[in-house]
């Protein structure tokens, strides 16, 4: 059996955008992180210059009762699971799995993975051609059922993708929730929900938890693309479970750490310490991309002319035995205090393009909540604030699923009217899609 040598993998740069000066009694630093891996340096699969990182892969597909409702539903579920098997890259690790209120392995059963190859993947979308519609919801049960199959493979990169048409209504809340803290940093997973009889805040919280995507496909023919496109994506991730570690000095604290592109995701909670005055925000899996951060750091007062070393940003693969693999890049956010007032109290535009971005993204769900729950006139506002700050950003996609449910008077002043009639696709695009961000412009 040959012997390949492994690709030194993606190279990791960090970029920081800030404002570092601070009046005589600042206290808070604001800094944006650009992170970038580029050049993964895989090679053709099977020559000596390099291999494909090994990944496995866990495609849970709803098969509860209401797939059948339409029929179409259920078969155009099947169509895209046969397209993402297609997808898959020879000598992926890979199951397909039944989900009603129980997990079902459909392929290959046995508590076990096949092996992708011309004759696994037949035999895989054979079985996924028997697929029938009948029994109920529990969708913890289905990542629980993922998270041991997955964990069966010695690989790289772990992930899943779950696809729903309906609520969690077979098992309690709080075994979801428990589910998602079991498969947290063990597996990433993209979630979608086909139709508009799910419920946006599961999704997407499934998405959050196991740091995936969220996604409406409110028409089922759009299946197979989306799902052949998440497959594409995930067979590109080259290195997983990177973390940001950001190191303090002494009396200095992180105040919050968000993801702030392509998606608004907020980090703070996840952090795990990593020695002193360090810890670690998890990021989940890379390919060749960049991504955007968020850092507030509150800093001890200190006197005009002072400067300090605010924070340190590198970027690390935590390991089992509590040490951490570098990956050679980091930035640094600094403090510096003066007296001119021009200096301290510009804001930088990185800093305020997305401190727009997650306010944006806030107003549309407050916006949405209040419709639902009859506050017109609390929804007409916080709707109108985001029209108003998704022109001020240059966030068109935004822009164009706002005009679906209000109806723009002037978007500069944030000047709306709620329509009086929205589709629920609609409204569940508009609240799936809230949190997607554009890049600062250069």
């Not at 404002?19 to 630093?29: A, F, Q, S, T, W």
């Not at 041991?148 to 098992?171: K, P």
């Not at 509590?322 to 050679?328: D, E, I, K, P």
Request: aromatic fraction near 4%.
């Amino acid at each position: 059996m040959a012997n390949f040598a492994k690709p030194a993998g993606p190279r990791f740069s960090v970029d920081v955008y800030q404002n570092e000066y601070l009046p005589e009694d600042g206290r808070e630093v604001h800094a944006v992180v650009t992170v970038t891996a580029t050049g993964g340096g895989t090679a053709p699969q099977g020559t000596s210059a390099g291999r494909s990182p090994s990944a496995a892969v866990a495609l849970m597909v709803d098969c509860s009762g209401s797939m059948d409702y339409p029929p179409a539903k259920l078969r155009n579920a099947r169509d895209a699971t046969a397209a993402a098997l297609d997808t898959l890259r020879d000598g992926t690790h890979f199951a397909v799995i039944d989900g009603t209120h129980v997990a079902r392995e459909v392929y290959p059963g046995g508590g076990r993975l096949a092996v992708a190859d011309a004759t696994t993947r037949a035999q895989a979308k054979q079985a996924v051609r028997r697929l029938t519609a009948g029994g109920g919801t529990a969708i913890g049960s289905w990542l629980r059922l993922a998270d041991r199959l997955l964990a069966s493979a010695d690989v790289e990169i772990r992930h899943g993708i779950l696809l729903t048409d309906g609520r969690n209504e077979h098992e309690p809340p709080h075994l979801l929730r428990a589910a998602l803290e079991a498969c947290a940093g063990r597996f990433t997973c993209d979630a979608r929900g086909v139709g508009t009889d799910w419920e946006v805040k599961e999704v997407t919280a499934i998405a959050s938890a196991l740091l995936g995507t969220a996604d409406i496909v409110a028409d089922p023919a759009q299946l197979a693309a989306d799902f052949t496109a998440m497959m594409e994506t995930a067979m590109g991730k080259e290195v997983a479970d990177v973390a940001l570690r950001v190191w303090t000095p002494v009396g200095a604290a992180v105040s919050y750490l968000k993801q702030v592109a392509p998606s608004v995701e907020e980090l703070t909670d996840r952090r795990t310490e990593a020695g002193p005055r360090a810890g670690d925000y998890p990021t989940g899996s890379w390919g060749d991309e960049s991504r955007d951060y968020h850092l507030c750091v509150t800093v001890p007062a200190a006197g005009l002319g002072h400067e300090m070393l605010a924070a340190r940003v590198s970027l690390v693969v935590p390991q089992p035995d509590s040490t951490a693999q570098n990956l050679g890049a980091q930035g640094l956010v600094r403090a510096v205090w003066t007296d001119d007032l021009t200096a301290s109290t510009a804001i930088n535009p990185q800093v305020a393009h997305y401190t727009g971005q997650a306010e944006l993204a806030q107003a549309i769900q407050q916006g949405i909540d209040l419709r639902k729950a009859g506050d017109m006139d609390g929804a007409t506002a916080k709707l109108g604030r985001a029209v108003q700050l998704a022109r001020v950003s240059g966030n068109a996609d935004t822009a164009k699923l706002l005009a679906k449910v209000v109806d723009v008077v002037d978007a500069s002043t944030g000047t709306v009217r709620l329509k009086a009639k929205v589709t629920e696709a609609d409204e569940m695009t508009l609240e799936t899609r809230s949190t997607k961000t554009v890049r600062v412009k250069k």
